[in-house]
């Protein structure tokens, strides 16, 4: 394998970090807040969820305005006290994205011939079984 210099692939030092977009925390902290607001929006009022946690409701206003990014332990605590399942709030944000096993991957890869994708499949979950030995 050939590797090519950052500046053969034009990339300086200075915007080598670019090529990747991130969000700014910003938006982070806004995509958050609406996503936690429809976690609790109908099931719980602001106090009565900021009762269950522990917290004042001006945390919870404020975490669901986005001017307070909450910690990763708070989003787990919202999503037990709305009855989600874990990392809801995170998807809803857009910030990850689903997560498929690999027995969804290899079903729905379109380049395996039916008979193929079963010997795939058989074979994975053989080394899964083996795995736990």
């Not at 902290?29 to 429809?38: E, F, K, V």
């Not at 409701?57 to 669901?64: G, I, Y």
């Not at 979950?125 to 795995?131: F, G, I, K």
Request: proline share 4%; net charge positive; aromatic share 4%.
């Amino acid at each position: 394998m050939v590797k090519r210099s950052m500046a053969a692939r034009g990339l300086t030092p200075a915007t080598a970090d670019r090529s990747v977009s991130r969000p700014d925390r910003s938006e982070v902290r806004r995509a958050l807040g609406q996503a936690i607001r429809a976690a609790y929006t109908g099931k719980f009022t602001q106090t009565e969820l900021a009762g269950l946690l522990g917290v004042a409701q001006n945390t919870v206003s404020r975490w669901s305005t986005g001017d307070v990014e909450p910690s990763l332990a708070d989003l787990l605590e919202i999503e037990q006290a709305c009855g989600l399942t874990r990392g809801h709030i995170l998807r809803t944000a857009g910030l990850v994205s689903e997560t498929v096993t690999a027995e969804e991957v290899i079903a729905a890869d379109t380049r395996l011939d039916p008979p193929r994708r079963e010997l795939l499949l058989a074979a994975y979950q053989a080394a899964v079984r083996q795995s736990k030995r």
